[in-house]
T-cell receptor
């Protein structure tokens, strides 16, 4: 079974630029999460999707962050415009219906200069 | 709100046992989890325990849960250099979400 795929693995941008990350969850996993992991900290939830609907986006900075999962499969997370404090690893995770086992992708390391 | 706390560093000698501790606040959590993160990688699910259990053993891993004190521990027997990583404790799902601790960096000395 293929794991959670994310791209790109690394991205360096200047502040005020835009960036987008892509995630393809494990096949059949209805629930998808985006997390932000700042260096030295645990992952912090940004947004949770159930199929193509948003379940929880209470911690998403909506003035600059957006995410979508249009067909209920893969998802994109966008930051526009980026700030220095957005430098972090962005992790995608997925979970199948009725399961409590969350599986993570390798992450995208974003550096904002 | 929900909070998960861990000590940040642990150093052990190869062959010894490692014990990583965690405290959490949300008594409604269904499961408590341990994840491992190696450099440049995502989080790998190691093991988890249902909240009405006291102990779970999985090969070299032993999880102990004290629900009264909201304390969770992970014991790694016969620790090897390949066990060097950051270990995250997590609780959930509360609602549908998971809350992670700050991670414990385990260093295994030869």
């Amino acid at each position: 079974e293929a794991g959670v795929a994310q791209s790109p693995r690394y991205k360096i941008i200047e502040k005020r630029q835009s960036v987008a990350f892509w995630c393809n969850p494990i096949s059949g996993h209805a629930t998808l999460y985006w997390y932000q992991q700042i260096l030295g900290q645990g992952p912090k939830l940004l947004i949770q999707f159930q199929n193509n609907g948003v379940v929880d986006d209470s911690q998403l900075p909506k003035d600059r962050f957006s995410a979508e999962r249009l067909k209920g499969v893969d998802s994109t997370l966008k930051i526009q415009p980026a700030k220095l404090e957005d430098s972090a690893v962005y992790l995608c995770a997925s979970i199948s219906a009725g399961s409590y086992e969350q599986y993570f992708g390798p992450g995208t390391r974003l550096t904002v200069t | 709100g929900e909070d998960v706390e861990q000590s940040l560093f642990l150093s052990v000698r190869e062959g010894d046992s490692s014990v990583i501790n965690c405290t959490y606040t949300d008594s409604s959590s269904t499961y408590l989890y341990w994840y491992k993160q190696e450099p440049g990688a995502g989080l790998q699910l190691l093991t988890y325990i249902f909240s009405n259990m006291d102990m779970k053993q999985d090969q070299r891993l032993t999880v102990l849960l004290n629900k009264k004190d909201k304390h969770l521990s992970l014991r790694i027997a016969d620790t090897q250099t390949g066990d060097s990583a950051i270990y995250f404790c997590a609780e959930g799902p509360s609602g549908q979400n998971f809350v992670f601790g700050p991670g414990t960096r385990l260093s295994v000395l030869p």
